[in-house]
């Protein structure tokens, strides 16, 4: 069974929203510090946004700074990103990423694919008119 499980991409329209739902199967996420990442085709990973494990501590890069919302339900032990007003630039394959160790998520920490242990198979979004 895979750490983790994203769910939510499709194809949508310039200035569209999706919701990306990232299901973590082990342990509670008072574990980890969760984040998204995406990958564009012939780009490196990129971080998207962050949740620390108390939840009250989130990060953002600044090209989805304002258009993106983290956010988590403990109770489905499910992470979110809700993706408003959506660009062509955007379209790219979203993964969810699992920190068990001691990193933080915090706006003044850079987000980097070298914190996160466990990695979902990624969720393709795909922004066109």
């Known amino acids: 069974q895979l750490p983790v499980v994203e769910s939510g991409g499709g194809l949508v329209q310039p200035g569209g929203s999706l919701r990306l739902s990232c299901v973590v199967s082990?342990?509670?996420?008072?574990?980890?510090?969760v984040a998204w990442f995406r990958q564009a085709p012939g780009k490196v990973r990129e971080g998207v946004s962050c949740?620390?494990?108390?939840?009250?501590?989130?990060n953002y890069a600044d090209s989805v700074q304002g258009r993106f919302t983290i956010s988590r339900d403990t109770a489905k032990n499910t992470v979110y990103l809700q993706m408003n007003r959506l660009k062509t630039e955007d379209t790219a394959v979203h993964y969810c990423?699992?920190?068990?160790?001691?990193?933080?998520?915090?706006?003044?920490?850079?987000?980097?694919?070298?914190?996160?242990?466990?990695w979902g198979q990624g969720t393709q979004v795909t922004v066109s008119s």
């Open positions: 082990e342990n509670t996420l008072d574990y980890y510090t």
């Open positions: 949740i620390s494990r108390t939840g009250r501590s989130t």
């Open positions: 990423a699992l920190d068990s160790g001691t990193g933080t998520c915090h706006s003044t920490v850079p987000l980097r694919t070298e914190q996160y242990d466990d």
